[in-house]
Each structure stands twice: as C-alpha cells, then as structure tokens.
C-alpha cells in the first residue's frame, strides 16, 4: 500500500517554472514506477510523465518533452516534476500515481495522489 501527496502548485507566469512534489507513505515506494497526469477543466486525465521504479527510465508527453523533468529520491520516499518554460495550456490539476508498470496507460496505476493545482497566467 501506497499513500501519495502531491503538493507545490500554484499561480506562475506563462515562462515560468514551478516544481511538483510527490511524497509517498509505506515502505515499498521504491518498487513502483510513479508517474504525473494532469487534468483541465472539461477535458479528460492525460499522461504527463513516468519514472521507473529506479529512476534508470523516463517517459514524457509530446507535449512537455524538453520542458518538463521528472525525477525521484527513493531514500526519501519523494517524487519531483521540474517544469519550466511554462504555458497557459499546462494549466490543470496535477496528480502523482504509482503503478505496476513504467507506462502513460492511467488505468495501471494503482494508487493516485489527491492532487495539486498549476495555473499559468498568460
């Protein structure tokens, strides 16, 4: 069992950054793959990044490839999404997952943080 909370969003400027934490309860953190998705209003969860269970694999979305880092510290039970160059489009509530597979498909996560509120002023 994993427990996950999410935190760092906020309000920035468009060309901004901001960084996301993920801080995860229960001793297995470190054999889950941890992922970041992200939900607008009116539109559905999409897949922004994963991480390996080891941090040695990362995925990325088309769209915050370049811009966006994920990253992990299995020590401290903590996940990180570094995002920079920051767009009104990356406006959404951003969630932290972990699942059983280093993938963007959301239905193999299986325990889901509550969520963190990013707005990026034009």
């Known amino acids: 069992q994993v427990q996950l909370v999410a935190s760092g969003g906020g309000l920035v400027q468009a060309g901004g950054s901001l960084t996301l934490s993920c801080a995860a309860s229960?001793?297995?953190?470190?054999?889950?793959?941890l992922g970041w998705f992200r939900q607008a209003p009116g539109k559905e969860r999409e897949f922004v990044a994963v991480?390996?269970?080891?941090?040695?694999?990362?995925l990325y979305a088309v769209s915050v490839k370049g811009r966006f880092t994920i990253s992990r510290d299995n020590a401290e039970n903590l996940a990180y999404l570094q995002m920079n160059s920051l767009k009104s489009e990356d406006t959404a509530v951003y969630y932290c997952?972990?699942?059983?597979?280093?993938?963007?498909?959301?239905?193999?996560?299986?325990?889901w943080g509550q969520g963190t509120q990013v707005t990026v002023s034009s």
């Open positions: 997952a972990a699942g059983g597979y280093t993938t963007d498909d959301p239905t193999y996560y299986n325990y």
């Open positions: 229960g001793r297995t953190f470190s054999q889950y793959p």
């Open positions: 991480i390996s269970s080891n941090g040695g694999t990362t």
